[in-house]
């Protein structure tokens, strides 16, 4: 269960905060802030702040624009206004040579001993026939042997 804020904690707790602020503060005297900005104001050589005026910058950078745009109209015009010159002819250049596919070379390559492979695949079929032809007959029992 969470307690409750005393009113007492409070203003306690106000208490010390402010008589901390108040030892941390530093000394500060009327008298020598007035004395301090009456020499900084009569100082000599020290020109009067003149009002801020923001106008005529922007009448300068709307006439900077302007000009920027009339100089890139200008430029834009005397680019489209000229007549077309002769014809550039273009290069033509004459279709690349043409290889054969990989696949077509491995075939070419491969073709002769596939061949061969082809023409020799059932040449021991008929002793491995034979030999399991032998190995089941083996398997079948038989009566008994007659001497």
């Known amino acids: 269960m969470m307690k409750k804020n005393r009113p007492t904690d409070d203003s306690n707790l106000a208490a010390r905060l402010r008589l901390d602020a108040e ?6 005297s009327i008298e020598l802030q007035a004395r301090i900005m009456n020499d900084v104001r009569t100082a000599p050589g020290q020109k009067e702040a003149r009002p801020n005026r923001p106008g005529y910058r922007f009448l300068l950078a709307g006439a900077l624009a302007a000009a ?3 100089v890139a109209f200008g430029l834009m015009r005397r680019a489209t206004d000229r007549t077309p010159g002769p014809e550039i002819p273009i290069a033509t250049h004459p279709e690349p040579p ?3 596919r990989p696949v077509d070379i491995v075939n070419r390559t491969v073709a002769p001993a596939r ?5 020799v695949r059932f040449a021991y079929l008929d002793r491995d026939a ?3 032809a032998e190995f089941f007959i083996e398997q079948i029992p038989r009566g008994p042997e007659v001497r």
């Open 23 to 28: 030892r941390d503060a530093a000394a500060f």
């Open 68 to 70: 920027v745009v009339l």
């Open 98 to 100: 043409t290889f054969p």
């Open 115 to 119: 061949d061969e492979l082809s023409a």
């Open 130 to 132: 034979k030999r399991l």
